[in-house]
């Protein structure tokens, strides 16, 4: 609890124990005045002031300045008791609503508590301790076991294990040394790191996102914008109707003026808006911070709302549903082993740094250095020569077969495929592919289980590869050899065969789909951190890069538009409802507390649900099969 909360909390326990003797003690209406007056100067000296210092500022109809009337109008004529108690009841509600938004703050906070305090910079051989802001790029820095990583850079000594459950949602560490990249917010685990920083603070990671969650309060959702237009005109009409109320009925039908302003002063408490001013924004909050707990980072209420509605997402390929990273995924080997097969191609492409040669190496698994290799060619847009114990190996495309003239058997399968020869005799083929996320079909069946109705990837790579990577993962539509322009021609037409209350996602990189994340109603960067377009281009910024969280962010998404609406349709119908008994004087000025606060209490913790991640909407961790995640996203 805030100072500020406790005071306000020995303000109630001070006026309940000037209100309650003053209640049963008998005493004569001087006396009972007095102390309820002094009761009331306790409890409501600040809802006064508020709206006093409102009206000044030109900010008449608000809850301060209806509580005011209210309960100033019931204690001068002489309903002293129910005055007293309106306002103590009221101050008991906003301590309710006080605490459940800090509490919901501080969730938030502590979630987002990846600032760094300080960062150990090592200059002419000395560490000094100075603020992350006055660190230069090219500084080398030190953190230590238990220290967060201030700024982005590479590691150049040292190795460890990095916790980035802060930022990505992933509880599993990380294991990082020299040369690996490393973002700062990160916890570093074990060993000491010497890091060489390759941006500014200003441009850090941490300094991003935490500029982007305290700023996503300012893109408000279309049920937040109502709820804002409604009491801006709701206020003043209520406060008209209860002035109306008080003055008409007594005129024409000629009856008495007081049961009629008792009637006008229950109107005006019942009639607070509190409810839906704090809870809508507050659920929105909640929903915000509950995805970031998943590692989902949205940028605003706005786009939270919209991802709710999508009914197509649409996929980049490369990066989004593959590693970007390629793999060896078969052997054709022709008149050898497999194994001997792979060991000749491993030899060849040993000393190359090309991701193919890379991914063969590290197939091959073994030592390529106890292998004679000499005579290395690179037959530039063909492969590579090389001999080996004294004979000569080939290794290259379909181009180098028929330049040597060695007879080979063609493989139709999609991909990258690296022939082999040894001695002019044909050995084989090594079929290489990108390799598809462990979680993207996965991810593709959740979402068409959440009600999206058309899934469609968008790609530059050739026909074959594709259609491929597309039957695997149950895609509706995949559409092939595309230039960056051809991808935004390809969104315009999607968008315009998407139903008008429906939404279209579209799931890239963040680094060559910038124009296209711009298009899309929602764009989402897929491992994003690194990425300076992500964060800039995405409206919604996956931190790690699995497609599965797509479909939790969507299931959060979802849970917090239930809660606005749960909200929005309580607190009305039960104010419309309590409005109604007070304007025929059934309502008294109890039942308008609870109209008031107790409606804005309920609709708070219902809101504050929001912030709470259910298993069901938890992601896929390290090391866990799809299988047995199997209720993400289930409506609830």
Same mark, same amino acid.
């Given at each position: 609890?805030?100072?500020?909360?406790?005071?306000?909390?020995?303000?109630?326990?001070?006026?309940? @124990? #000037?209100f309650l003797p003053v209640l049963w003690i008998p005493m004569n209406e001087t006396g009972k005045f007095i102390g309820f007056l002094v009761c009331y100067a306790v409890i409501g000296w600040d809802i006064i002031w508020k709206a006093i210092s409102n009206i000044l500022h030109g900010q008449v109809f608000d809850e301060n300045f209806l509580m005011t009337v209210a309960t100033v109008g019931a204690m001068c004529l002489g309903d002293y008791k129910e005055g007293v108690a309106v306002m103590l009841f009221y101050q008991v509600g906003e301590l309710f609503q006080s605490y459940a938004v800090s509490r919901s703050r501080r969730s938030i906070a502590g979630l987002m508590d990846i600032r760094p305090d300080y960062a150990n910079v090592v200059r002419e051989g000395k560490e000094t301790r100075v603020d992350p802001d006055e660190v230069?790029?090219?500084?080398? #820095?030190?953190?230590?076991?238990g220290e967060r990583v201030p700024?982005?850079?590479?590691?150049?000594?040292?190795?460890s294990t990095l916790d980035t459950s802060a930022l990505t949602g992933e509880s599993m560490p990380r294991e990082i040394g020299a040369g690996a990249e490393v973002i700062s917010g990160c916890i570093n685990q074990t060993g000491t790191l010497r890091i060489r920083v390759g941006r500014p603070y200003g441009e850090s990671t941490v300094s991003k996102i935490l500029d982007l969650v305290e700023n996503a309060s300012s893109k408000?959702?279309?049920?937040?914008?109502? #709820?804002?237009?409604?009491?801006?005109?709701?206020?003043?009409?209520?406060? &008209?109707?209860?002035?109306l109320l008080a003055v008409l009925p007594p005129l024409l039908m000629g009856q008495a003026f007081t049961p009629w302003i008792h009637r006008a002063l229950a109107f005006l408490v019942i009639s607070c808006p509190c409810a839906l001013v704090i809870s809508v924004p507050l659920s929105f909050f909640g929903g915000i911070g509950g995805a970031s707990k998943c590692g989902v980072l949205i940028k605003g209420s706005n786009y939270l709302e919209a991802l709710a509605k999508a009914e197509t997402v649409v996929f980049d390929k490369t990066g989004t549903l593959t590693k970007g990273s390629f793999a060896v995924t078969r052997c054709y080997p022709q008149g050898i082993s497999g194994e001997r097969l792979l060991e @000749?191609?491993?030899?060849?492409?040993?000393?190359?740094?090309?991701p193919i040669s890379r991914s063969i190496v590290k197939a091959y698994g073994k030592d390529t250095e106890r292998f004679g290799v000499t005579d290395v060619q690179e037959i530039a847009g063909h492969g590579i020569s090389v001999s080996l114990d004294g004979k000569k190996v080939l290794a290259g495309n379909?181009?180098?077969?028929?330049?040597?003239?060695?007879?080979?058997?063609?493989? &139709?399968?999609?991909?990258?495929?690296?022939?082999?020869?040894?001695?002019?005799?044909?050995?084989?083929?090594?079929?290489?592919e990108d390799e598809i996320k462990e979680d993207a079909a996965f991810a593709v069946r959740e979402l068409k289980k959440a009600g999206v109705r058309k899934t469609v990837m968008l790609t530059g790579d050739a026909k074959a590869v594709g259609e491929k990577v597309a039957e695997k993962l149950g895609l509706d539509l995949a559409y092939t050899e595309l230039l960056p322009a051809d991808k935004v021609e390809h969104m315009e037409r999607l968008l315009a065969e998407t139903?008008?209350?429906?939404? @279209?996602?579209?799931?890239?990189?963040?680094?060559?789909? &910038?124009?296209?994340?711009?298009?899309?109603?929602?764009?989402i960067a897929m491992g994003g951190l690194g990425s300076d377009a992500a964060i800039e281009a995405a409206d919604i910024v996956i931190m790690t890069d699995e497609p599965l969280k797509i479909a939790s962010a969507m299931g959060i998404s979802r849970k917090t538009l239930r809660i606005v609406r749960q909200n929005i349709i309580f607190a009305l119908g039960v104010k419309g409802i309590m409005l109604l008994l007070g304007a025929c004087g059934i309502a008294s000025m109890w039942a308008a507390v609870f109209a008031d606060v107790g409606v804005s209490v309920i609709a708070i913790l219902n809101a504050v649900r929001a912030l709470r991640v259910p298993k069901e909407d938890r992601v896929l961790k390290k090391g866990e099969h799809p299988g047995d995640c199997c209720c993400i996203n289930k409506e609830k």
């Amino acid at each position: 609890m805030t100072k500020k909360q406790k005071k306000q909390l020995y303000r109630i326990l001070t006026a309940v @124990l #000037i209100f309650l003797p003053v209640l049963w003690i008998p005493m004569n209406e001087t006396g009972k005045f007095i102390g309820f007056l002094v009761c009331y100067a306790v409890i409501g000296w600040d809802i006064i002031w508020k709206a006093i210092s409102n009206i000044l500022h030109g900010q008449v109809f608000d809850e301060n300045f209806l509580m005011t009337v209210a309960t100033v109008g019931a204690m001068c004529l002489g309903d002293y008791k129910e005055g007293v108690a309106v306002m103590l009841f009221y101050q008991v509600g906003e301590l309710f609503q006080s605490y459940a938004v800090s509490r919901s703050r501080r969730s938030i906070a502590g979630l987002m508590d990846i600032r760094p305090d300080y960062a150990n910079v090592v200059r002419e051989g000395k560490e000094t301790r100075v603020d992350p802001d006055e660190v230069l790029v090219g500084d080398v #820095i030190l953190v230590k076991p238990g220290e967060r990583v201030p700024l982005d850079g590479t590691v150049l000594e040292g190795n460890s294990t990095l916790d980035t459950s802060a930022l990505t949602g992933e509880s599993m560490p990380r294991e990082i040394g020299a040369g690996a990249e490393v973002i700062s917010g990160c916890i570093n685990q074990t060993g000491t790191l010497r890091i060489r920083v390759g941006r500014p603070y200003g441009e850090s990671t941490v300094s991003k996102i935490l500029d982007l969650v305290e700023n996503a309060s300012s893109k408000k959702s279309r049920s937040e914008a109502f #709820i804002t237009r409604f009491a801006k005109y709701y206020t003043p009409s209520v406060v &008209a109707a209860a002035a109306l109320l008080a003055v008409l009925p007594p005129l024409l039908m000629g009856q008495a003026f007081t049961p009629w302003i008792h009637r006008a002063l229950a109107f005006l408490v019942i009639s607070c808006p509190c409810a839906l001013v704090i809870s809508v924004p507050l659920s929105f909050f909640g929903g915000i911070g509950g995805a970031s707990k998943c590692g989902v980072l949205i940028k605003g209420s706005n786009y939270l709302e919209a991802l709710a509605k999508a009914e197509t997402v649409v996929f980049d390929k490369t990066g989004t549903l593959t590693k970007g990273s390629f793999a060896v995924t078969r052997c054709y080997p022709q008149g050898i082993s497999g194994e001997r097969l792979l060991e @000749l191609a491993a030899c060849a492409e040993k000393d190359s740094s090309h991701p193919i040669s890379r991914s063969i190496v590290k197939a091959y698994g073994k030592d390529t250095e106890r292998f004679g290799v000499t005579d290395v060619q690179e037959i530039a847009g063909h492969g590579i020569s090389v001999s080996l114990d004294g004979k000569k190996v080939l290794a290259g495309n379909t181009k180098l077969m028929r330049l040597k003239n060695i007879p080979f058997q063609p493989i &139709a399968e999609a991909g990258t495929v690296v022939y082999v020869a040894e001695d002019g005799k044909y050995r084989g083929a090594v079929l290489i592919e990108d390799e598809i996320k462990e979680d993207a079909a996965f991810a593709v069946r959740e979402l068409k289980k959440a009600g999206v109705r058309k899934t469609v990837m968008l790609t530059g790579d050739a026909k074959a590869v594709g259609e491929k990577v597309a039957e695997k993962l149950g895609l509706d539509l995949a559409y092939t050899e595309l230039l960056p322009a051809d991808k935004v021609e390809h969104m315009e037409r999607l968008l315009a065969e998407t139903s008008e209350k429906g939404r @279209l996602a579209f799931v890239g990189d963040g680094i060559n789909d &910038a124009p296209v994340l711009a298009r899309a109603d929602i764009g989402i960067a897929m491992g994003g951190l690194g990425s300076d377009a992500a964060i800039e281009a995405a409206d919604i910024v996956i931190m790690t890069d699995e497609p599965l969280k797509i479909a939790s962010a969507m299931g959060i998404s979802r849970k917090t538009l239930r809660i606005v609406r749960q909200n929005i349709i309580f607190a009305l119908g039960v104010k419309g409802i309590m409005l109604l008994l007070g304007a025929c004087g059934i309502a008294s000025m109890w039942a308008a507390v609870f109209a008031d606060v107790g409606v804005s209490v309920i609709a708070i913790l219902n809101a504050v649900r929001a912030l709470r991640v259910p298993k069901e909407d938890r992601v896929l961790k390290k090391g866990e099969h799809p299988g047995d995640c199997c209720c993400i996203n289930k409506e609830k």
